[in-house]
């Protein structure tokens, strides 16, 4: 579910107190672009909210997210819209993000 590798190495990189703002930036952002896939995007900008979401995703070790977001990235650019399963996406988004607030050991803002 989460590459917690590379949640240390972020970590590491950007010390306790940058990571705390990494985390609560990717939240809030990832928060916001979940509750676009919920809405009636037109085609490219559902293409544009699963790249977003993929990169932001990968940098933070959210892996499973990351990889459900390429699947349906993939589809978009196939025109497959019908395809793009956006429920798993929205499933793996709030059970990484819970995980990630119980485990990460990083004080996030209310």
């Not at 559902?46 to 990351?66: Q, R």
């Not at 196939?78 to 429920?87: A, M, S, V």
Request: glycine share 8%; hydrophobic share 45%.
């Amino acid at each position: 579910m989460i590459a917690w590798d590379r949640v240390d190495e972020l970590r590491g990189e950007v010390g306790e107190e940058g990571f705390a703002e990494i985390a609560q930036l990717f939240l809030d952002e990832a928060d916001a672009a979940v509750g676009k896939l919920q809405g009636d995007l037109s085609n490219e900008d559902l293409e544009k909210v699963l790249h977003f979401l993929k990169g932001c995703a990968l940098n933070l070790g959210f892996a499973e997210l990351a990889r459900h977001c390429q699947v349906g990235e993939h589809l978009a650019m196939e025109h497959k819209f019908e395809d793009i399963n956006l429920p798993i996406v929205s499933t793996s988004y709030q059970t990484a993000r819970a995980e990630f607030i119980a485990k990460s050991n990083v004080a996030l803002a209310g």
